[in-house]
């Protein structure tokens, strides 16, 4: 499984678009990215995936760079509540495990 | 619709003892997925059960087994526990649709303390 490699901070105002970047650079053809948060002691939340396209739903943005060796999830109008520790996940079609890094511990400030 | 749901919340056991913790599926979700989070750390995969069979492993030790029910629930059970057990407990489900994207989803988790 590709490695990810993420910020482990960030900060962003409330109202403001919090843009989460991802590394995944050695990402092969049948990987997909996959986005969860955790709220503190919370089960993580599935937030968005993709395999070369970008994605939108009612939660965020999926931005996959055109050779696919980065992401960014973005949240279009943060909230105090998205603060969370946010995991980008590198998931080969063939296997059933998420291969969970250390994330990116997003913080919105008022 | 009931999302994942993990019982107990909290457990507190001391070492040698042993440990069950179960998981109830999300409504239409046949595929449960069993993960350790340490403190601080991201979630470890532990197994997955499908079709009352394990069917994938991550690098725990025997310690570690499971079962699921006919009713796609499952349970935990770790034997001789360890102080490095203390963690918390984390349950996924999913529907096995025959694609490469069968997400899965996380149920609240069960906080395990080993004295």
């Known amino acids: 499984d590709a490695k990810t490699t993420q910020p482990p901070s960030m900060d962003c105002a409330e109202g403001r678009a919090a843009n989460l970047p991802c590394n995944h650079s050695t990402i092969s053809g049948n990987e997909y990215v996959y986005w969860y948060r955790q709220i503190h002691s919370q089960g993580p939340q599935y937030i968005i995936h993709?395999?070369?396209n970008n994605e939108t739903n009612e939660m965020a943005s999926l931005i996959i760079t055109e050779d696919r060796k980065s992401s960014t999830l973005i949240l279009p109008h943060a909230t105090l509540r998205d603060t969370a520790v946010y995991y980008c996940i590198v998931r080969s079609y063939n296997t059933d495990k998420l291969i969970f890094g250390t994330g990116t511990r997003l913080q919105v400030f008022p | 619709d009931a999302g994942v749901t993990q019982s107990p919340t909290h457990l507190i056991k001391t070492r040698g003892q042993q440990v069950t913790l179960r998981c109830s599926p999300k409504?239409?979700?046949?595929?449960v997925s069993w993960y350790q989070q340490a403190l601080g750390q991201g979630p470890q995969f532990i197994f997955q059960y499908y079709e009352e069979e394990e069917r994938q492993r991550g690098n725990f030790p025997d310690r570690f087994s499971g079962h699921q029910f006919p009713n796609y629930s499952s349970e935990l059970n770790v034997n001789a526990l360890l102080l490095g057990d203390s963690a918390l407990y984390l349950c996924?489900?999913?529907?096995?649709?025959?694609?490469?994207?069968?997400?899965?989803?996380f149920g609240p988790g069960t906080r395990l303390t080993v004295l």
């Open positions: 993709g395999l070369k």
């Open positions: 996924a489900s999913s529907f096995r649709e025959g694609t490469p994207t069968d997400t899965q989803y």
């Open positions: 409504s239409g979700h046949d595929t």
